[in-house]
């Protein structure tokens, strides 16, 4: 069965740095698209980041410059690493996957990510 496991997320002041890693339980090259999202109280889940098989990758214009979305094949490991935190990006972050048929895998728990003083 498949499913992805997020962490890394914390409690980190405004300005600061934390990496995001998601381990998936199928082989990586099984999937076409692999994306961060979050979803912060009160607000729906939004697309951050995403990576294709072939390495392009795309960022919501609210990360860009900030967050980079990579992948480690051979561990099947997908990472988000943010920097310059800003208290806006608190949120619950899950990551997720489309295979060739751009089918959505199964939602893991996520990972919190607060940004305060």
């Known amino acids: 069965q498949v499913r992805f496991v997020e962490s890394g997320g914390g409690l980190v002041q405004p300005g600061g740095s934390l990496r995001l890693s998601c381990a998936t339980s199928k082989n990586i090259f099984s999937w076409y698209l692999m994306a961060w999202y979050r979803q912060a109280p009160g607000k729906q889940r939004e697309l951050v980041a995403h990576i294709l098989s072939s390495g392009t990758t795309n960022y919501a214009d609210s990360v860009k410059g900030r967050f980079t979305i990579s992948r480690d094949n051979a561990k099947n490991t997908m990472y988000l690493q943010m920097n310059g935190l800003k208290p806006e990006d608190t949120a619950v972050y899950y990551c997720?996957?489309?295979?060739?048929?751009?089918?959505?895998?199964?939602w893991g728990q996520g990972t919190q990510v607060t940004v305060s003083s």
């Open positions: 997720n996957a489309r295979n060739l048929y751009l089918e959505l895998g199964p």
